[in-house]
């Protein structure tokens, strides 16, 4: 009973630790390059930098972020910009969309 009692436990904790990851295309398709990329869940108050290949996002550039489940479906992103602009995308679904334009992002922002 023991031993299946210890396999039930194993089971569990092998599903927590093996919780979704999503995975994000970041396209940078505005007309300067990202210096910076933060990350929190859409509820959550402390913000998460995210490395994006150890340098900048160049302008034209895209690269892929993987985001555990633990911090829901909505995400807010905030942005650094080379030129000094920043840039809030609030709730945007990481379990529906597989990509983030920063252009159109940017756009709608304004």
Known sequence: MRALLGLVLFGVVSMVAA??????D???DANTGVTALSTVA???LRWERLVVGG????????????LQHEGGCRRDFLVDFADGRQMT???FDVCRNRS???RTALA???
């Open 19 to 24: 919780a979704p990851v999503y995975y994000v």
């Open 26 to 28: 970041v396209v940078n």
């Open 55 to 66: 340098r900048s996002l160049q302008a034209n550039g895209a690269t892929t972020l993987a």
């Open 89 to 91: 995308v609030k709730g």
């Open 100 to 102: 983030l334009h920063l």
């Open 42 to 44: 859409a509820d959550g």
């Open 108 to 110: 709608r922002a304004r």
